[in-house]
């Protein structure tokens, strides 16, 4: 909490706590972080028409854009389902055989056995290879059910969190006009709310926080009705000595309206 004006009449303070802006952008991050590098469609085709430049074609499409690697249709050996162990734990991948090399067919290991529709995609490879009769083989990979759900539930949920307690709270108590002012400003819009005064009973500190728990919001001024307003927002730069502060700054309040401390 900042004080911009302190008088006798007026008492203007305002909240800007950088340190859980930065604290809640990390999580929408890592979900975008993860679309990006672990979210995309594959596919791979090959086609004959007769010639020694028959080519075989993978594809894939991600927020980066899209990929592709050509491999001649004479270089193909086949394709299957590598698995491999680490501590216990079983990850596999469909994996395109060619006399260069091992393309992967995606960008990293699924957990877990080996699923039925890699397999069939390998078979559907090695069956095209064995069958020179068969013109064309077309197979496509999609992300799993799981990351897609997680996903889209995860970055949405996030930065909402984010878009919300990214903001600036000014508070504004004022003897001459009677009015405490409580105004947001943040990625959300402008909200500007006004409250009589007289009506302050009480200025408290959240219930439930406690110097060993953080609260984001722990400040809040009652009214007569039992209504709560929020004042204060807390920086976790300063998580250390929050209580503390959230105190001095009830003391402050309680001080200028003349209530009890």
């Known amino acids: 909490m900042k004080i911009l004006e302190q008088t006798p009449r007026r008492l203007v303070f305002y909240s800007r706590p950088i340190g859980l802006w930065l604290f809640t952008a990390i999580f929408p991050t890592i979900g975008i972080l993860i679309g990006i590098f672990f979210i995309d469609i594959n596919s791979f085709s090959c086609k004959r028409q007769g010639s020694s430049n028959d080519l075989c074609q993978k594809t894939t499409i991600s927020t980066l854009g899209t990929r592709t690697t050509q491999i001649p249709l004479n270089d193909l050996l086949g394709a299957e389902v590598r698995q491999k162990?680490?501590?216990?734990?079983?990850s596999h991948r469909l994996e395109i055989n060619t006399k260069q090399g091992i393309v992967p067919l995606g960008q990293g290991?699924?957990?877990?056995?080996?699923?039925?529709?890699?397999?069939?995609?390998?078979?559907?490879?090695?069956?095209?290879?064995?069958?020179s009769q068969q013109k064309s083989v077309s197979i496509t990979l999609y992300p799993s059910a799981i990351l897609l759900i997680w996903f889209f539930l995860w970055v949405?949920?996030?930065?909402?969190?984010?878009?919300?307690?990214?903001?600036?709270?000014?508070?504004?108590?004022?003897?001459?006009?009677?009015?405490l002012k409580v105004e947001v400003k943040g990625l959300l819009g402008y909200k500007s709310s006004e409250y009589p005064l007289e009506q302050i009973s009480d200025v408290i500190i959240l219930e439930s926080a406690s110097s060993n728990s953080i609260a984001v919001n722990p400040v809040y001024v009652v009214l007569d009705s039992g209504q709560k307003i929020s004042v204060y927002l807390t920086s976790l730069s300063n998580s250390s000595d929050w209580f503390q502060k959230a105190q001095e700054s009830t003391n402050l309040i309680k001080s200028f309206l003349g209530l009890p401390i």
């Open 109 to 131: 290991w699924g957990g877990g056995s080996s699923s039925f529709s890699e397999s069939a995609m390998a078979a559907q490879i090695n069956n095209f290879l064995r069958n």
């Open 85 to 90: 162990y680490d501590k216990q734990e079983i």
């Open 156 to 179: 949405p949920i996030t930065l909402l969190i984010f878009f919300t307690v990214a903001q600036v709270r000014i508070c504004t108590f004022d003897k001459n006009l009677q009015k």
